[in-house]
């Protein structure tokens, strides 16, 4: 296996950019980081695109990608084993500390026990993720709408949102900063919707701009107090409703034992497309 690392975000994409886009839900994560390194502010750490090649095919070369930004995990695309394995060997020999990975199940796990054979240091497992997906009909179950009404959340409730944001993403190790810079983007860009109920927010979901045809749903969040109340699937419903008219793919990744969102995705029609595995290097 050959593996290639480049911080020049258009030489990758021309030679990746195909690549990736060819299996857009499995590498949605990977194809939102391509479509907003256009617009990382040049005082940001430089984004780490690495791909791995196989030598012995002479149809399709590339067989994984992987993009690291500091302090952030590694994430993978979906590859072998035996490339994840070259991929972790080779950045464990490179320059950059990285604090974990993030990736396909088989993929994470064989790149972490490179990168701690390269290194020396240990990893530690840390969260695991599922993949739901909706490509077919939303479900209609007969449940009424709740009371009160959708609408996009504004600027003067970023602050607020934030805070359902950490605690929706609750020990996914998400920063405050990280978390109000996606907060204020998806606002900017009218992609995080609030239910209103007497004239205050009781729910709120967000979602990516479609790249690939797929469009990425998080943070979902209801405020404790309005639990069970069917706010989140009304916003849920109403969104997934309108991207599959519109030939979209809705996706998430939620953490696996968080029954209670799964359950909502799944009484709309979204389905397990696979897992994704964290593992954290001390």
């Not at 939102?32 to 690495?50: D, E, Q, V």
């Not at 930004?69 to 994430?75: D, M, Y």
């Not at 359950?263 to 001390?282: K, V």
């Amino acid at each position: 296996m050959f593996v290639k690392t480049t911080r020049n975000t258009e030489e990758f994409i021309s030679e990746t950019g195909g690549w990736i886009a060819g299996n857009p839900v499995e590498n949605s994560i990977l194809l939102t980081m391509l479509a907003g390194a256009k617009f990382r502010p040049p005082t940001a750490p430089p984004i780490a695109w690495s791909r791995v090649e196989d030598p012995a095919s002479d149809t399709a070369p590339v067989v994984g990608v992987a993009a690291f930004t500091a302090p952030h995990l590694v994430v993978l695309s979906g590859m072998p084993t035996a490339a994840a394995a070259a991929l972790g060997a080779e950045l464990g020999a490179g320059p950059d500390l990285l604090p974990g990975v993030i990736g396909p199940d088989a993929a994470a796990a064989a790149f972490a026990a490179a990168w701690s054979e390269a290194t020396g240091r240990p990893t530690r497992a840390d969260r695991r993720e599922r993949i739901l997906c909706l490509d077919g009909p939303v479900t209609v179950d007969g449940r009424p709408t709740p009371d009160g009404q959708s609408r996009a959340a504004r600027e003067d409730e970023a602050e607020l949102f934030t805070d359902w944001c950490l605690e929706a993403a609750h020990g996914a190790g998400l920063s405050r900063e990280t978390a109000a810079r996606s907060v204020r983007g998806q606002i900017a860009g009218g992609l995080l919707l609030t239910w209103e109920l007497d004239g205050e927010p009781v729910a709120i979901m967000g979602r990516t701009a479609a790249v690939a045809g797929v469009v990425r749903y998080g943070p979902i969040y209801s405020r404790p107090d309005a639990r069970r109340g069917g706010y989140a699937r009304a916003l849920l419903a109403e969104s997934s409703t309108e991207v599959r008219a519109e030939g979209l793919v809705g996706m998430a990744v939620t953490a696996e034992g968080n029954d209670g969102v799964q359950a909502l995705f799944g009484s709309l029609g979204y389905r397990p497309r696979g897992g994704l595995s964290e593992f954290r290097f001390d």
